[in-house]
């Protein structure tokens, strides 16, 4: 296992209360022993103009599900995750239904992690593939 200590699905979803994460409708809901995943509806929260899945969202629940993930790693009284860089690529318009995020470790390291977030659609069909690197802070 590659978290801190053990974490479970209501407290990471009690992170969520009263910010973007919240607002747009994304829900944890699974930790494994090296990923963690989520899911964001696909409505009028989260689609741009056209009628398909905002690319700004996309990178919301990218980097959601991984800072919630680096935060996991480290010792919350000593440390933050703060997001340093993000891309994403968007390979699928998904106009309806829910994504699901899976993150997993590229590299935790002592100040960096690496993650790679995949996004599916309902059909289970890759629609984006993201990469988040958070720098590992002390708390002050």
Same mark, same amino acid.
């Given at each position: 296992?590659?978290?801190?200590?053990?974490?479970?699905?209501?407290?990471?979803?009690?992170?969520?209360?009263?910010?973007?994460?919240?607002?747009?409708?994304?829900?944890?809901?699974?930790?494994?022993?090296?990923?963690?995943?989520?899911?964001?509806?696909?409505?009028?929260?989260? @689609? =741009?103009?056209?009628?398909? %899945?905002?690319?700004? *969202?996309?990178?919301?629940?990218?980097? +959601?599900? $991984?800072? &919630?993930?680096?935060?996991?790693?480290?010792?919350?009284? @000593? =440390?933050?995750?703060?997001? %340093?860089?993000?891309? *994403?690529?968007?390979?699928?318009?998904? +106009?309806? $239904?829910? &994504?699901?995020?899976?993150?997993?470790?590229?590299?935790?390291?002592?100040?960096?992690?690496?993650?790679?977030?995949?996004?599916?659609?309902?059909?289970?069909?890759?629609?984006?593939?993201?990469?988040?690197?958070?720098?590992?802070?002390?708390?002050?």
């Amino acid at each position: 296992m590659i978290w801190f200590k053990k974490y479970d699905l209501e407290m990471l979803n009690g992170l969520r209360n009263a910010n973007m994460a919240g607002l747009i409708g994304i829900e944890f809901t699974e930790i494994g022993d090296d990923y963690l995943k989520a899911t964001m509806p696909v409505n009028e929260r989260t @689609k =741009q103009a056209f009628g398909i %899945l905002h690319g700004g *969202a996309s990178c919301v629940l990218s980097e +959601t599900v $991984g800072s &919630v993930a680096s935060w996991m790693c480290i010792d919350p009284s @000593k =440390q933050m995750a703060v997001g %340093l860089e993000i891309n *994403a690529n968007h390979i699928r318009p998904v +106009t309806e $239904g829910y &994504v699901t995020a899976i993150c997993k470790a590229v590299q935790i390291g002592r100040s960096i992690h690496v993650w790679n977030i995949e996004m599916f659609k309902d059909d289970k069909k890759l629609n984006c593939v993201s990469r988040l690197t958070c720098a590992i802070k002390d708390q002050k």
